[in-house]
């Protein structure tokens, strides 16, 4: 078995555990603010990120960007036992496995516009800052592992997918511990594109909700330290599946995104009844609430607790899974006795389209530790992915 024994996070909702931990169950305080910085002459809503971020001075030009900063900022909170897992097992035992969508892209938007007004791009760029590998080869480094280390890079499915690869290492014994996670950091680039899909909301997103009109997106960084050594949650399912439907549609029969959550199920080996909590990829697009409310439904009815807390932290793409893993992680711990649930944080209008789902209201509780939860995410051409986190 697998375990997920440490976490550091940081996102609009919170700058580490306790404090997102706080906004989710305690106060149910969206991190969601209203800016212009990366859509010059259209304010809108997005999930950013606002607090002082670790130095890049040292590292080399190669690895400089916001998003590392991001990956810095998650990695230090849990430093001190990723340093003792090295000692324990040795540096070539230790891997690291990122998920991110954008990397440095900012960076290079930045060089740009500096090209075009001063003609020469600036000496602080360098191409391989927008390099999607960056992340992962910059934690290794500074870590001083050599141990497997890649990114995995499926749009919204990243680093969920990267969690399930980091559990399929340690089950080999290719390595003893992993640093996993996800980062994105927020640009232009991604705000535009979304924009020009029609998928941005100029409100705070509304999910599964009749009058739902697009996301919010997000940034922020989420790694767990993975082992074999027994902890509170572990990683007890995953399951992937791909619909080949459309490049940025998902398959509004919801065939595949079920496919992969039953067979996060059939590995963890727990019925859907047993599940305590869903985590909804729900990204408050038509077609995606759509799709997953038809996923969801076929297998779990109308009955099991479930939110999307994408107006907590903005939709943060590539940090998604990790960072929506962490929200199931938070909530199972020792320190929520009673099973507060994340809060779906929508205007109430149900949508008759929409397949029914039990959606947590603010205060909600089981009554009891949650045993077992799920997370979903589904990303652009099909690539779904669903993990099942169950107590030890």
């Known amino acids: 078995m697998v375990y997920l024994n440490h976490l550091g996070i940081i996102c609009a909702a919170g700058h580490a555990p306790a404090a997102f931990r706080h906004s989710l169950l305690e106060t149910a305080a969206s991190g969601i603010v209203q800016t212009a910085q990366y859509s010059p002459g259209r304010s ?82 360098h191409y391989a800052q927008q390099e999607l590998g960056s992340p992962a080869a910059m934690l290794a480094a500074t870590l001083g592992v050599s141990g497997p280390t890649y990114v995995h890079s499926n749009a919204c499915a990243s680093s969920s997918k990267a969690l399930a690869s980091a559990a399929r290492l340690l089950r080999m014994d290719v390595c003893d511990a992993v640093v996993v996670g996800g980062v994105d950091s927020l640009c232009r680039f991604t705000v535009a594109g979304f924009a020009a899909l029609e998928s941005v909301s100029n409100v705070r997103c509304n999910p599964l909700s009749a009058n739902r009109n697009g996301i919010n997106i997000g940034e922020g960084a989420a790694l767990f330290l993975m082992t074999r050594e027994p902890a509170t949650v572990a990683l007890r399912g995953w399951g992937e599946s791909s619909d080949g439907h459309h490049m940025s549609a998902p398959d509004p029969s919801g065939k595949g995104a079920q496919l992969a959550i039953e067979r996060a199920l059939a590995r963890a080996g727990v019925d859907a009844a047993q599940i305590d909590y869903i ?105 779904n992915s669903a993990l099942v986190f169950g107590r030890a």
């Open 279 to 383: 985590n909804l990829h729900g990204t408050a697009t038509i077609q995606n609430d759509a799709m997953e409310s038809r996923a969801i439904n076929a297998i779990f009815g109308d009955a099991t607790p479930a939110s999307s807390t994408k107006p907590f932290t903005g939709h943060t793409l590539g940090a998604a899974g990790a960072i929506e893993a962490a929200i199931c992680w938070l909530a199972m711990q020792d320190d929520n006795p009673q099973g507060k649930l994340p809060p779906h944080l929508w205007d109430g209008s149900i949508d008759p389209a929409i397949a029914p789902l039990n959606l947590v209201e603010v205060g909600t509780q089981t009554g009891s530790l949650l045993r077992w939860t799920l997370s979903t995410s589904f990303a652009f051409g099909g690539a």
């Open 44 to 125: 809108l809503p997005l999930g950013c990120v606002d607090a002082s971020l670790p130095s890049v001075a040292h590292l080399p030009l190669t690895q400089r960007s916001r998003n590392n900063q991001l990956a810095l900022a998650a990695l230090a909170q849990i430093r001190p036992q990723v340093d003792a897992a090295i000692e324990l097992y040795g540096r070539d035992r230790i891997a690291v496995v990122i998920g991110t969508s954008t990397s440095g892209i900012a960076e290079s938007e930045a060089a740009l516009l500096a090209q075009i007004e001063q003609g020469d791009l600036p000496a602080t760029f």
